[in-house]
């Protein structure tokens, strides 16, 4: 309370309206509806918390950009046409490089060591070479960090650029996701946070703007949390139209703006949810990822929290695609760089037992859009291997032939230089993964070739022999 006390009259009148705010959308509610009230108090408080991180004012001597160096540790030396593996723990951020062969690679980290790391990717756009970093650190909370010399030196913001607005009563928790915007378009990006919002920005993240659209929508109230917290973990910027997005809410569902954000629709027809009453609802499922795939972007494809989906009609409805899997539960989807009819998945037996059934590690692909699906496995330990994979731990570079890459939360890193034929080990030892990202480094104007897309997968080339990791060079 003496914090408290030391605000002014003005920045005492803007919490109070917060959490009033809050407070007042509980008890207008019917007795009956007045669901999960310990979720409501803890939403009160979060808003006095809030108000009282907007109402610093910083002073001269704290505004403008500030850098952290980061010395005394091993960094990656990166070339043009490398291939950039970003990955993040709940310890800190590692980065991994090698050379188009794919068959040696370097190892630097932990950068922003002991923070949870739920979101990075790597912005090319515009001869661009940006890492961006959500790190989360238990004291000091969530900071949105950048590096364009790959990990040397890296922005250290004084305060958090992403926050909610004071009206808004709620408090940044995480960031879940990071989202470049469309090429056309590099100064745009997204980010997915907890609670359950969309931000955007359109100056390259100088500054973040809450999508009102999406935060104020009536389904808001009812979202639930899920077992991770009530997330916006997934972000779809349509290729074939500006105006259309799509994001996934767990636990709220998929919804889509056809208005560049201004209005936002539930698209969740035909998906099931296990843990309420009513199995088929207009929104409150727990979706856990969605995919498409750039030359069919009228297609989707979702894991659910049970269930897997594909729509052909952008979401309006959904059917089953769960056929010859072991089963349906699982987190990561990943779409195929180049073919659309090709998504990997990796099944976990349960809600209850959520690791990889009987301990084998297998990864699952189909080719044909759901119709059937086949077990990856050469190369994966299949015995004793209760390995988990969370929903942002897998990731594809775009050569011909496609790497996948994914991580367990037992700290190792897998990688396929075949598109998944075969599997080798990269690393091993990390702490809990959390998210991985490829990249393809272009580097002196050196346009970004892709191949051409297909429906078929190409032709499998014999690969060389994985060998044993080195560190990074101190560059």
């Known amino acids: 309370m003496n914090t408290l006390r030391s605000y002014s009259r003005g920045d005492e009148n803007v919490l109070h309206r917060g959490a009033a705010e809050v407070i007042q959308r509980c008890l207008i509610k019917e007795r009956a509806g007045r669901y999960q009230r310990a979720s409501e108090v803890h939403e009160a408080l979060e808003a006095v918390q809030g108000a009282v991180l907007q109402s610093r004012h910083p002073s001269e001597e704290t505004r403008g950009p500030r850098t952290l160096g980061l010395r005394g540790m091993e960094h990656l030396s990166v070339k043009n046409g490398d291939v950039l593996l970003l990955v993040g723990t709940n310890k800190g951020a590692f980065f991994l490089r090698s050379s188009r062969d794919r068959s040696r690679w370097d190892v630097a980290g932990p950068y922003f060591r002991g923070q949870g790391i739920y979101a990075m990717t790597y912005d090319g756009r515009s001869d661009r070479h940006r890492l961006w970093v959500s790190a989360n650190d238990e004291v000091w909370g969530v900071f949105l960090r950048s590096s364009d010399d790959f990990g040397r030196i890296w922005t250290n913001p004084l305060e958090a650029s992403i926050r909610f607005p004071t009206e808004a009563g709620a408090s940044l928790r995480n960031i879940w996701q990071i989202c470049l915007g469309r090429n056309d378009e590099p100064e745009k990006l997204y980010c997915g946070v907890e609670p359950a919002a969309l931000f955007e920005s359109v100056d390259g993240g100088e500054s973040w703007s809450l999508v009102r659209g999406l935060y104020d929508h009536p389904h808001r109230p009812r979202w639930m949390p899920a077992n991770g917290g009530l997330i916006l973990h997934t972000i779809l910027p349509d290729p074939s139209n500006k105006d259309r997005m799509y994001v996934a809410v767990s636990a709220g569902g ?124 050469r190369g994966l330990p299949q015995k004793g291997a209760y390995e988990t994979v969370l929903r942002d731990a897998m990731s594809s570079d775009s050569l011909d032939p496609a790497g996948i890459y994914f991580g367990t939360r037992s700290g190792k890193v897998y990688g396929s230089k075949d598109e998944g034929k075969s599997w080798k080990k990269i690393v091993e030892g990390l702490p809990q993964i959390l998210c991985v990202k490829a990249a393809i480094v272009h580097m002196d104007g050196t346009p970004t070739t892709k191949p051409n897309l297909k429906s078929k997968i190409p032709k499998r080339r014999k690969t060389a022999r994985t060998k044993r990791v080195r560190r990074g060079k101190s560059g």
């Open 254 to 377: 998929v919804y889509r703006t056809e208005d560049g954000g201004t209005t936002w629709q539930a698209r969740n027809n035909g998906v099931r949810v296990m843990f309420l009453p009513e199995k088929y609802p207009e929104f409150g499922q727990c979706v856990h990822k969605i995919v498409l795939h750039e030359s069919r972007p009228e297609r989707l494809f979702l894991q659910n929290h049970w269930g897997l989906y594909r729509s052909d009609n952008r979401g309006n409805s959904w059917q089953d695609i769960a056929r010859g899997v072991p089963s349906d539960f699982g987190f990561v989807m990943l779409m195929h760089p180049h073919d659309a009819d090709c998504v990997y998945i990796v099944p976990v037996e349960s809600d209850k037992f959520r690791c990889t059934p009987e301990g084998h590690l297998r990864v699952y692909r189909t080719r044909n859009a759901g119709g059937s699906w086949e077990a990856l496995d």
